[in-house]
């Protein structure tokens, strides 16, 4: 049952003025009966302060079927095309100050006729203009998404909130409009869309995570690529740990990722670790969100330490038993590789993810300038990503000084400030064309060129192209390497290759 809205709420300091495109299509729809809206989450964001550049629009005529009223924009927004698209559920794109606009129809789940219910296994869609608003809106999943602002007629500025999605925003809250459980059975994906919301700083209410928690194993029904967009929108949120902690509650978590379950409650029986891997790689998790770090960074956080669950060892010690993950990084990073994979993510955040993962415990090992220069030749453009990681994670530790861990940071990157990203023998400043007009054979540039690449990464010599040529000449090479000098009759054309 929709509840009735009293008074309509005017949102302060939103009115039409705020949009000028729309305002000079509200102008010529002018005396024709239409009724413009913004709706949805383009509503909510603006009460929140947020302007995106998405307009969710909706247009409503009291007389017209959805055939008049496309005939009618056609007449009216003349040259300007009009396409109506879809046949269930309406849309209309107009080309409207050289963008398309999309305006759909007001829109409810079809019924049968005989029994009330909603007709087939899924909702069929009816749209037609005369439909109330309140009809389009009670479809929707959340209450702040069933808010509406009348654009025109002009100066008919009100907020249509059937469900009090408004006082909802204001107290921080998430719920349903109407049913959670019925919201949650059309569309499952609605789910990760809470907890996306979750990430947003709203809190899911009772009836919602009841709902969520019955329907959770039902996400297995939804496409992987619905849920990949999902899953990069809630890390992409201020508060992604939040989100993870409600799918975490609700049981969904295990469904999306399931490598989940094997370190969820998993005690790590370790001096450094007063919380169990699943409760730490949230911390991780709310310590990146804490220091603004990257959607990429999040989501490592949240794998770096997935691969625990079938690497722990236990030994008994004098204070009783310690817990052991020898390899946990590489076999995390497979772990996550596959849970990314199985999300149909794209071919960059596989790489990326798995190489964090991977790297996670290096800059803790990192002592000397040698291993820091490795370290980042290793993480290449990943560098900044997997730092921010290692200082989450030891934040997240027993006794940790955020002085020391700040340190670390700086000496990595201080030791490799001279390095490009993603250092190889490629980036040498000898090419193999310099090395072979210094004599080598075509045969020995390759190991020569790997042999100066570890030169650089050691720090020894600069890669500047005179500091490589006097390393090459200089005794650290004497009886390893002979080059071959032009027009030396005891040549064989073979240099020695150099052992380093």
């Known amino acids: 049952m929709i509840p009735d809205s009293s008074l309509p709420v005017r949102p302060a300091g939103l009115t039409l003025a705020d949009f000028p495109t729309l305002r000079e299509l509200c102008g010529a729809l002018e005396g024709s009966g239409c009724e413009l809206y913004l709706v949805g989450g383009a509503v909510r964001d603006r009460l929140r302060g947020v302007v995106g550049s998405d307009l969710d629009l909706l247009v409503r005529h009291p007389q017209l079927d959805?055939?008049?009223?496309?005939?009618?924009?056609?007449?009216?927004?003349?040259?300007?095309?009009?396409?109506?698209?879809?046949?269930?559920?309406?849309?209309?794109?107009?080309?409207?100050?050289?963008?398309?606009?999309?305006l759909a129809?007001?829109?409810?789940?079809?019924?049968?006729?005989?029994?009330?219910?909603?007709?087939?296994?899924g909702p069929g869609w009816l749209s037609d203009p005369r439909l109330p608003l309140t009809d389009d809106l009670a479809r929707r999943d959340f209450t702040v998404n069933a808010l509406a602002l009348r654009l025109c007629p002009t100066g008919t500025d009100d907020l249509a909130d059937p469900f009090g999605g408004r006082a909802d925003l204001e107290a921080g809250r998430l719920r349903a409009s109407g049913s959670a459980a019925e919201r949650l059975a059309e569309d499952p994906l609605r789910l990760l869309r809470a907890a996306r919301f979750a990430a947003q700083g709203l809190t899911p209410d009772a009836e919602l995570t009841a709902a969520a928690r019955a329907l959770a194993p039902r996400l297995a029904e939804v496409a992987p690529?619905?849920?990949?967009?999902?899953?990069?929108?809630l890390f992409a949120g201020p508060h992604s740990a939040q989100g993870l902690r409600w799918l975490a509650e609700v049981g969904a978590l295990g469904v999306l990722v399931p490598a989940?379950?094997?370190?969820?409650?998993?005690?790590?029986?370790?001096?450094?670790?007063?919380?169990?891997?699943?409760?730490?790689?949230?911390?991780?998790?709310?310590?990146?969100?804490?220091?603004?770090?990257?959607?990429?960074?999040?989501?490592a956080g949240f794998f770096h330490d997935i691969g625990k669950g079938r690497t722990r060892t236990l030994e008994q010690g004098p204070q009783g038993l310690h817990g052991h993950f020898y390899g946990h990084e590489r076999v995390g990073a497979e772990l996550t590789r596959q849970s990314l994979r199985r999300l149909r993510a794209d071919s960059q955040h596989v790489r990326d993810l798995g190489r964090l993962v991977e790297l996670h415990m290096r800059p803790g090992q990192a002592g000397s300038p040698a291993a820091a220069r490795r370290l980042a030749a290793a993480a290449g453009d990943l560098l900044d990503p997997l730092l921010d990681l290692y200082a989450a994670d030891r934040l997240a530790h027993v006794g940790e000084d955020p002085a020391q861990i700040q340190a670390r940071q700086d000496f990595i990157r201080a030791a490799a400030a001279d390095l490009p990203r993603t250092f190889s023998q490629h980036d040498l400043a000898l090419s193999g064309h310099d090395l072979r007009t210094l004599g080598l054979a075509p045969q020995d540039i390759g190991p020569v060129k790997r042999w100066l690449t570890e030169q650089v990464l050691e720090g020894r010599a600069p890669n500047e192209s005179a500091a490589l040529r006097d390393l090459l000449a200089g005794d650290l090479l004497k009886g390893d390497l002979r080059v071959q000098q032009p027009g030396d009759p005891s040549s064989d054309g073979h240099g020695g290759r150099p052992n380093p």
């Open 105 to 121: 129809l007001p829109s409810r789940a079809a019924l049968d006729a005989a029994t009330g219910a909603v007709t087939g296994t």
């Open 225 to 233: 690529e619905r849920l990949w967009r999902e899953w990069l929108k």
């Open 260 to 299: 989940w379950t094997e370190v969820d409650g998993l005690t790590q029986h370790n001096p450094h670790h007063r919380e169990t891997v699943s409760d730490h790689l949230l911390t991780v998790v709310a310590e990146l969100d804490r220091m603004g770090a990257a959607p990429l960074t999040r989501q």
């Open 66 to 102: 959805p055939d008049a009223l496309e005939d009618l924009l056609r007449r009216r927004l003349a040259p300007a095309p009009v396409l109506g698209v879809g046949a269930s559920f309406r849309v209309l794109k107009v080309k409207w100050a050289g963008e398309w606009l999309d």
